[in-house]
């Protein structure tokens, strides 16, 4: 569910952790962390505040962003995966999907499309539908990345949510 100021306080009582606080721990957390268990939790549990607009600039400000772009250079699959769940659940926004380009993170959710992971796949093709626009395109719609959504949106009886996302990218930055 999204929040606001309101809703946030009245959650968070007198002797809560406020939300920029809490997400600022996690970070910590991550960066003190050298257990690879407890990276994929934290970042996870950062991939799903990612979702609610509440937090933007939060992760704007506290390089949430950043450090689900570092995940996907991972060699840790939960990593990637939870790393582009986080691009996925934020880029909606414009102000975050600038940031994301602006770091180079196009480059790194392209190379999630050939994830053996399921998930990470599917996080790829929505990050792609919101990172794509017009300053994005040429560098999204390129032939071979094009192929690669092709061929999902072709794969329908095999995995349906592949063909779904692939077909709805299609249909918005491509055939329309």
């Known amino acids: 569910m999204f929040t606001n100021a309101q809703r946030q306080v ?15 721990d996690l970070v910590t957390q991550f960066q003190d962390s ?7 939790r934290i970042v996870a549990n950062l ?3 990612a979702y609610d607009p509440y937090n933007y600039a939060f992760m704007r400000q506290l390089n949430i962003l950043e450090l689900f ?3 996907i250079t991972e060699p840790n699959e939960r990593l990637v995966e939870f790393g582009v769940g986080g691009i996925c659940n ?10 994301i380009t602006q770091c180079g993170g196009i480059p790194l959710v392209v190379q999630c499309l050939s994830s ?13 539908y919101y990172l794509c626009n017009p300053l994005t395109k040429k560098e ?9 959504i092709r061929d999902y949106s072709a794969a329908g009886a095999v995995n349906s949510s592949f063909s779904n996302l692939a077909n709805a990218f299609l249909d918005k930055h491509v055939n329309s």
């Open 47 to 49: 991939a799903n505040f």
């Open 90 to 99: 934020s880029c909606v926004d414009p102000a975050n999907a600038s940031v």
């Open 34 to 40: 050298t257990d690879e268990e407890s990276k994929e």
């Open 69 to 71: 772009l570092d995940c």
């Open 116 to 128: 053996p992971v399921k998930n990470t796949v599917n996080y790829a093709l929505g990050g792609l």
């Open 140 to 148: 999204i719609l390129k032939p071979d990345v094009l192929r690669v």
């Open 10 to 24: 009245e959650r968070t009582g007198r002797g809560g952790t406020p939300r920029e606080q809490y997400l600022q």
